[in-house]
Structures are given as structure tokens and as C-alpha cells.
């Protein structure tokens, strides 16, 4: 599920911890991640107070939730891979009492460079993220040349890597 300042600041909140609540109840596993406002739409977060406050307020809640997991940013394709894995790494240490397999660090770019997260030590035990798009790479036209495409930008951290958003021509 989204979110952002706004959404869990405001009164949006009541709504979207009860359909949190509701679907962990139900057995399901949840992942809340940050998205930047529509207004903004660069690829990097919006405001670094909100950010931080709004990630207090999902943590304090869900925590202690094993369903819940943690995913700092959908698409960071703002950042360059230092500077995102700099932020990523950032929140991993502000909330170290999250345990790490509850974290999903998505790939730099549009989650999609999954070699970059996977291969420094500071995300050991996190989950990775990568999404999968045709317009990202226009020649993925055959089961092959998309099996390849994963194959690759997954590399030898496969095991860690969950593919949150896929779409591609029918």
C-alpha cells in the first residue's frame, strides 16, 4: 500500500490502518511503501521532515506486526545508487528494531538495479524490490529476452528478491 505524509498525518489514517488491520487478519502480508506526492513525481522524497515523521508513525504502530512489512521508498529513480543506497541505509539504521527480513529495499532507478543493493553489506537480510516493465527495456519482446532481463538484474541475490509490479504488452 502507498503511502505518504499526507495519508498517514492526516485523516486518511484512521482508514488506511483499518484496511491494514483488516487484511493482516485476515493472513495477509502487507507492504507499506513511501510514494512520493503526484504533485512532485522526481523520483526522491518530497520533504525529509515529513518523510522521517511519517515513518515514525507507521513503525510505532507496526512494528510488532510480523504481516507488516517496511519498503523506505517505491522507485527512487531520483537518486543517484549512492545517494539512494545512502537514504536506504539511513533507514535501516533509524529503525534497526525492524527486523530485516520485514524490510524491502527496492533496486535503484525504478527498482530495477538490483545488483547495487544486493552486493553492499549495509542491506544484508533485507528483501529487494525490483519491478518489471516493458517500457523500461522496449526489446523485451519473447519469454526469453524477459527471463534474461531478470535473470541479470537480479544476479546472485535472487533469493532476496521480490518482484512488487510487473506489466507488459498482452
Same mark, same amino acid.
Given at each position: ?38 504533485? =512532485?513525481?522526481? !523520483?526522491?522524497?518530497?520533504? +525529509? #521532515?515529513?518523510?522521517? /515523521? ?8 507496526? *512494528? ?41 529495499? =527496492?533496486?535503484? !532507478?525504478?527498482?530495477?538495479? +538490483? #545488483?547495487?543493493?544486493? /552486493? ?8 529487494? *524490490? ?41
Amino acid at each position: 500500500m502507498p503511502v505518504n505524509y499526507p495519508t498517514v498525518s492526516g485523516s486518511y489514517w484512521n482508514s488506511y490502518s483499518g484496511a491494514i488491520d483488516a487484511a493482516t487478519a485476515k493472513g495477509m502480508k502487507v507492504i507499506l511503501s513511501y510514494w512520493e506526492a503526484a504533485s =512532485s513525481r522526481n !523520483g526522491s522524497v518530497d520533504n +525529509l #521532515t515529513q518523510f522521517w /515523521s511519517m515513518w515514525q508513525t507507521i513503525v510505532n504502530k507496526y *512494528s510488532g506486526n510480523a504481516s507488516v512489512y517496511f519498503e523506505p521508498m517505491n522507485e527512487p529513480y531520483g537518486y543517484s545508487d549512492a545517494d539512494w543506497k545512502n537514504l536506504a541505509a539511513q533507514w535501516l539504521s533509524t529503525y534497526s528494531s525492524i527486523p530485516r527480513g520485514r524490510v524491502i529495499i =527496492s533496486g535503484a !532507478g525504478y527498482n530495477q538495479r +538490483l #545488483t547495487t543493493i544486493g /552486493s553492499d553489506s549495509r542491506f544484508d537480510g533485507t528483501l529487494i *524490490s525490483r519491478h518489471t516493465y516493458e517500457f523500461f527495456d522496449t526489446s523485451r519482446t519473447t519469454e526469453d529476452s524477459w527471463r534474461e532481463s531478470l535473470r541479470t538484474s537480479v544476479g546472485a541475490y535472487a533469493s532476496r528478491v521480490l518482484i512488487t509490479e510487473f506489466g507488459a504488452p498482452m
